[in-house]
């Protein structure tokens, strides 16, 4: 904040004392409180975890940490502001937010939300090169994972560059009520929209070739192949059939994110900025998300795991039966 201008000590208030914000950040601070833990468990499961080739679970990796970073850089920033907001006393303007604390924890926020947008694509271009050497990927080393990494965060650092390039990055001629990159901006808001509506175009595009590759994995099946490259495929197919709930719930949250933003933004004139705030803070439910997918993704790889287990005792009680069939017409 410049120190010529004259902040609105009545425009700190609204925000303090708004209870639609107070809940829905007390909500948010719920649910990121029980994400953490969940997300720290889920990235020592995944690294120690054979179900998964260990390029995928590099980007799977990358995707957790993402949530991880938005959801601490969520439960600083929810803390802070609640405990402002309750304990505050008659001049509203003491608990103006300092601009550097919104710099850093809304940094923790966007760098988390980004990083974790680009998990589907990722995931979506190593399972296609898995697809097409599947005889020698199981042998695959790391290389091809790293690299994969390396273009997440390319990406990330592109969407990011958009968000930021008209930010503020030390203190200017503007109040921040509230820790919005948005605020300090002097840029278009579709300079932060537009780049959540292209990783929507490219989640929707993954999406569909996640789709395309199932099928095509599946159609492979009645081919002859060596049993290597069997293995492989149905390793391939089971690594799939996990994901696809992962790639699913992604697709759908930045949909629902892009979809959501830009509705409240274009109403933005009809909603007080406190309930403004509320409604964005309650859109941006990665923490959730987070909690459900490795919920949702760790289930499904116990059902698989079962299956698996259930196929190998039947085959094996099968082959048994064959054996002794063949051993009585033998002794006969």
């Not at 003491?94 to 604390?101: H, K, L, M």
């Not at 979506?124 to 199981?138: G, T």
């Not at 070739?209 to 089971?238: D, G, P």
Request: some cysteine; overall charge positive; proline content about 2%.
């Amino acid at each position: 904040m410049s120190p010529s201008l004259t902040p609105d000590c009545a425009q700190m208030e609204a925000f303090a004392s708004s209870n639609n914000l107070k809940i829905s950040l007390a909500i948010n601070l719920l649910i990121a409180t029980i994400a953490i833990p969940v997300l720290f468990y889920s990235i020592f499961f995944i690294s120690t975890t054979h179900m998964f080739h260990k390029n995928t679970r590099l980007q799977i990796l990358v995707h957790l940490f993402g949530l991880l970073l938005h959801s601490i850089g969520r439960l600083l920033l929810h803390i802070t502001d609640l405990f402002n907001y309750i304990t505050r006393n008659g001049n509203s303007c003491e608990i103006i937010p300092d601009f550097y604390r919104c710099l850093v924890l809304r940094g923790f926020y966007n760098v988390g939300l980004a990083v974790s947008s680009m998990c589907s694509i990722a995931l979506v271009l190593e399972r296609i090169a898995a697809y097409a050497i599947s005889e020698h990927y199981e042998h695959c080393g790391a290389s091809f994972g790293v690299l994969l990494v390396l273009f997440q965060i390319f990406l990330s650092m592109c969407y990011l560059f958009s968000m930021y390039f008209h930010a503020a990055f030390s203190p200017g001629n503007f109040v921040l009520y509230y820790c919005q990159t948005i605020a300090s901006s002097t840029g278009s808001v579709w300079f932060v929209i537009g780049p959540l509506y292209c990783v929507m175009a490219a989640q929707i595009l993954s999406r569909v070739m996640f789709q395309v590759l199932m099928a095509k994995s599946k159609k492979l099946r009645s081919q002859k192949l060596t049993l290597s490259s069997r293995f492989n495929l149905e390793q391939s197919i089971r690594s799939l059939a996990a994901l696809k709930l992962l790639v699913n719930a992604n697709t759908i949250v930045f949909i629902l994110i892009s979809v959501v933003t830009t509705t409240l933004h274009f109403n933005a004139a009809s909603l007080s900025k406190p309930d403004y705030m509320a409604l964005v803070e309650a859109v941006h439910i990665l923490p959730f998300y987070g909690i459900a997918v490795c919920y949702g993704v760790h289930l499904k790889l116990r059902v698989i795991s079962k299956s698996d287990e259930k196929s190998l005792w039947t085959a094996m009680k099968l082959d048994g039966d064959k054996y002794f069939d063949q051993f009585r017409q033998q002794i006969k």
